[in-house]
């Protein structure tokens, strides 16, 4: 039987989608899947043999179903199949639709009276594609202008700026130089504006879902009042921002996708909302938190400058 796509073009076609579709959908890092993962070369090496195997058996069908077809039947098969892709009935009917032209023999029931040197013109509709996407473009246009001028969900400037907060997230995972490391021994609360600025910016873009943009708490507890549930100060929310929350599975740790620099602005900017009191906020969890400054190390005398009695 006469395919519209022979088996050895139908077949190739077939496996690389599939392959492709295993690449996309399976996070193998930098190796192929099927490298990475011997299952996927697995399945796609049956997969393989099935779609052979299939294509194999349908052959057999077909030449069998041949050999039982009558003379006059096979006669048909033959005229039907001698037709070409452009002339089958089908395919026609399918430019009839998608065009709505007239056939040559009933163009008069079309011609309309300008006459330019024997050149006349033809009246035919527009082809109902063009029609159907011109619709579909002012459909588009309302809901654009509806969405972004009415309701004024964001515009370019904002969707620029969460375009680089996303580059800057990817920026903070490539290698980092030593010398702009910071650790949870040598985490100090930075109070300079840009520092500030930097981790209301990240505040905004990570934190908002779970403690709200003024920090009152929403799914998270309250940042704004003197209440800690994991302890406060620079050096306890740097860490509880670095490595997450035992207490709270929701908060995840951040140090795969900030740096060190990055999470010290945040704690530094959480720190500056206590005392906000914003409108709405949560109740106060966990225990106040009081800095207590560092005790002074004690004196430690030298045994050997210790001046040795006057003898009398």
């Given at each position: 039987?006469?395919?519209?796509?022979?088996?050895?073009?139908?077949?190739?076609?077939?496996?690389?989608?599939?392959f492709?579709?295993l690449?996309y959908?399976?996070?193998s890092?930098?190796?192929?899947?099927?490298?990475?993962?011997?299952?996927?070369?697995?399945?796609l090496?049956?997969f393989?043999?099935?779609?052979?195997?299939?294509?194999i058996?349908?052959?057999?069908?077909?030449?069998?179903?041949?050999?039982?077809?009558t003379?006059?039947?096979?006669?048909?098969?033959?005229?039907a199949?001698?037709?070409?892709f452009?002339?089958s009935?089908?395919?026609?009917?399918?430019?009839?639709?998608?065009?709505?032209?007239?056939e040559?023999?009933?163009?008069?029931?079309?011609?309309?009276?300008?006459?330019?040197d024997?050149i006349?013109?033809?009246d035919?509709?527009?082809?109902p594609?063009?029609?159907?996407?011109?619709?579909?473009?002012?459909?588009?246009?309302?809901?654009?202008?509806?969405?972004?001028?009415?309701?004024?969900?964001?515009?370019q400037?904002?969707e620029?700026?969460?375009?680089?907060?996303?580059?800057?997230?990817?920026?903070?995972?490539?290698?980092?130089?030593?010398?702009?490391?910071?650790?949870?021994?040598t985490?100090?609360?930075v109070?300079?504006?840009?520092?500030?600025?930097k981790?209301?910016?990240?505040?905004?873009?990570a934190?908002?879902a779970?403690?709200?943009?003024?920090?009152?708490?929403?799914?998270g507890p309250?940042?704004?009042?003197?209440?800690?549930?994991n302890g406060?100060?620079?050096?306890?929310?740097?860490?509880?921002?670095?490595?997450?929350?035992?207490?709270?599975?929701?908060m995840?740790a951040?140090?795969?996708?900030l740096?060190s620099?990055?999470?010290?602005?945040v704690?530094?900017?959480?720190?500056?909302l206590e005392?906000s009191?914003?409108?709405?906020?949560k109740?106060?969890?966990?225990?106040i938190?009081?800095?207590t400054?560092?005790?002074a190390?004690?004196?430690?005398?030298?045994s050997t400058?210790?001046?040795?009695?006057?003898?009398?």
């Amino acid at each position: 039987m006469k395919k519209l796509i022979p088996s050895y073009v139908r077949v190739p076609l077939l496996f690389a989608v599939v392959f492709a579709a295993l690449e996309y959908f399976i996070d193998s890092g930098d190796r192929p899947a099927f490298i990475k993962f011997p299952m996927v070369a697995l399945f796609l090496g049956v997969f393989l043999f099935l779609l052979i195997a299939i294509e194999i058996v349908i052959d057999a069908v077909d030449k069998v179903t041949y050999h039982l077809l009558t003379d006059e039947q096979k006669k048909q098969l033959a005229d039907a199949q001698s037709v070409s892709f452009t002339e089958s009935s089908w395919y026609q009917n399918i430019v009839s639709k998608l065009t709505r032209s007239k056939e040559m023999e009933r163009e008069e029931d079309i011609m309309l009276d300008h006459d330019y040197d024997g050149i006349k013109e033809l009246d035919n509709v527009l082809p109902p594609w063009w029609v159907y996407l011109f619709y579909g473009t002012i459909i588009f246009a309302l809901v654009y202008m509806v969405r972004f001028h009415v309701m004024n969900e964001y515009d370019q400037e904002q969707e620029f700026k969460n375009e680089v907060a996303l580059a800057e997230l990817e920026k903070s995972k490539l290698p980092k130089d030593p010398a702009d490391e910071v650790s949870y021994e040598t985490v100090v609360a930075v109070t300079d504006a840009a520092s500030l600025a930097k981790g209301k910016e990240i505040f905004t873009n990570a934190c908002t879902a779970c403690h709200k943009a003024d920090g009152g708490g929403l799914v998270g507890p309250n940042l704004t009042d003197k209440n800690w549930i994991n302890g406060g100060g620079i050096k306890n929310v740097f860490k509880l921002i670095s490595e997450g929350s035992k207490n709270n599975p929701s908060m995840v740790a951040w140090k795969a996708n900030l740096s060190s620099k990055d999470i010290q602005s945040v704690a530094s900017y959480i720190l500056t909302l206590e005392g906000s009191n914003p409108p709405g906020a949560k109740a106060a969890e966990g225990e106040i938190w009081t800095e207590t400054a560092a005790p002074a190390d004690e004196a430690v005398v030298d045994s050997t400058k210790v001046e040795a009695p006057a003898e009398k």
